[in-house]
């Protein structure tokens, strides 16, 4: 298996801007997770689907942040307007159910000017 | 207070030598704990993980968790270049969340 692809691996944008990251998870895998890492705050999990459907989105920052998963192999993280604090490294994670182990992405690092 | 708390290091060791790291966590329903490891640019990989208390070996890496005092430790013996890394150890909850500490980058110079 090709593991968990996000895409792009790697984006600068300047604040303002809208973000859009996206996560193939791994074929059969039924709960998907996004996180962020900082230096500050380590890693934390902003959302998670299992079925396709939000389970928890209280990790989710602001408004600005939304995000989809229209169907089984894809998911995507938006950020409108973004801004500099954003910057971040974004994981997506797949897992078989949601109390098993997960998978994770390489990573998409943001960079917002 | 974050619910697992994970001194960030650096740690800097000599090749062959054995590795202790150590992770707390503040709920006492917390079960099962997971440690990954995350190389430099790339995701994080589960290494070990443990359900309750008690002990869990493979190969040169040795997983200890003891509920009583809400501890978790990952022991490395014989300690290799290749083993240097950000090592990341996780709570999860009953909501099926990973809760992680903030990782401990550990550097092994031959």
């Known amino acids: 298996d090709a593991g968990v692809i996000q895409s792009p691996r790697h984006e600068v944008t300047e604040m303002g801007q809208e973000v859009t990251l996206r996560c193939k998870p791994i074929?059969?895998?039924?709960?998907l997770f996004w996180y962020r890492q900082t230096m500050m705050r380590g890693l934390e999990l902003l959302i998670y689907?299992?079925?396709?459907?939000?389970?928890?989105d209280s990790g989710m920052p602001e408004d600005r942040f939304s995000a989809k998963m229209p169907n089984a192999s894809f998911s995507t993280l938006k950020i409108q307007p973004s801004e500099p604090r954003d910057s971040a490294v974004y994981f997506c994670?797949?897992?078989?159910?949601?109390?098993?182990?997960?998978?994770f992405g390489p990573g998409t690092r943001l960079l917002v000017l | 207070q974050k619910e697992v708390e994970q001194d960030p290091g650096p740690l800097s060791v000599p090749e062959g030598a054995i590795v202790s790291l150590n992770c707390t966590y503040s709920?006492?329903?917390?079960?099962?704990f997971m440690w990954y490891r995350q190389y430099s640019r790339k995701g994080p990989e589960l290494l070990m993980y443990?359900?309750?208390?008690g002990n869990k070996e493979d190969g040169r890496f040795t997983a200890q968790v003891d509920k009583s005092s809400k501890y978790i430790s990952l022991f490395i013996r014989d300690s290799q270049p290749s083993d240097s890394a950000t090592y990341l150890c996780?709570?999860?909850?009953?909501?099926?969340?990973?809760?992680f500490g903030q990782g401990t980058e550990l550097s092994v110079k031959p």
């Open positions: 996780a709570a999860l909850n009953q909501g099926g969340k990973l809760i």
């Open positions: 443990t359900y309750s208390s």
């Open positions: 689907f299992n079925n396709n459907v939000p389970i928890d």
């Open positions: 994670a797949s897992s078989p159910g949601t109390y098993e182990t997960q998978y």
């Open positions: 709920n006492s329903a917390f079960q099962y």
């Open positions: 074929s059969g895998h039924n709960s």
